[in-house]
């Protein structure tokens, strides 16, 4: 039953793992992380994102623009790119590395504790990915609440406003820290736990036929 409990909590965790993974690749290439409504023109909607800005018009077409430079960028989207590569590489990484190290898995099936440390090792690492993940999509929803509420710009210049990409990133993170949390608890919740029954009945397979050996010299001299 601890073997099931275990098992259940490591593939939990790597579905929740995989889950943020592919919402921070999302977030990362979205161009929704800033959007403007233009009250001179509402048939219109601006949106930023960390490559390329776009505007969406009431008919249902899409045009967009990358950006020209990415020393031209604001630093808080040019460190957002950084930091979400660094996101979606270590979540890749996290994802091979714990892999491996489930318990379900019956390659290395004697090296438990390696496989624990492989297990460990995949949700320090999607904790650091959800970590990463969250502060630009913190920082980039901080500058945007900054400049909606800078008395310095007058009334009448549209203000940005949260797009769609910063809730989907903080989710992301979310998914991302959970998941190397359960990963991370079924690796230190014992010093180490066989895989399954087989290991076991193979163990004492193997231990009966080294005492057959042993005996079949002593039966012959009798």
């Avoid at 019956?106 to 624990?116: D, P, T």
């Avoid at 909606?148 to 998914?175: H, K, M, S």
Wanted: proline fraction near 3%; charge should be negative; aromatic fraction near 10%.
């Amino acid at each position: 039953m601890a073997l099931v409990y275990r098992t259940m909590m490591q593939l939990s965790g790597m579905l929740f793992s995989l889950l943020g993974w592919v919402l921070s690749c999302l977030t990362t290439y979205l161009p929704q992380w800033k959007n403007l409504n233009l009250e001179l023109n509402e048939l219109e909607i601006w949106t930023m994102g960390l490559w390329q800005a776009c505007v969406v018009q009431e008919e249902g077409g899409m045009q967009c623009k990358d950006f020209d430079s990415f020393l031209a960028l604001p630093p808080e989207l040019r460190i957002s790119r950084i930091l979400m590569f660094v996101s979606n590489g270590l979540g890749l990484l996290g994802l091979l590395l714990s892999g491996f190290g489930l318990d379900c898995l019956k390659i290395g099936e004697r090296q438990q504790e390696l496989k624990k440390r492989l297990l460990l090792l995949g949700g320090i690492l999607f904790w650091i990915s959800g970590i990463t993940a969250i502060v630009p999509v913190s920082w980039v929803a901080h500058t945007t609440v900054q400049e909606f509420w800078d008395e310095n710009i007058p009334d009448i210049v549209p203000r940005w406003d949260f797009g769609e990409a910063l809730f989907l990133g903080w989710f992301a993170g979310f998914c991302l820290l959970l998941g190397g949390s359960l990963l991370n608890c079924t690796a230190c919740s014992t010093e180490v736990h066989l895989s399954s029954g087989h290991y076991i009945a193979a163990e004492m397979q193997d231990h009966c036929q080294h005492l057959e050996t042993e005996n079949i010299p002593e039966n012959r001299g009798v």
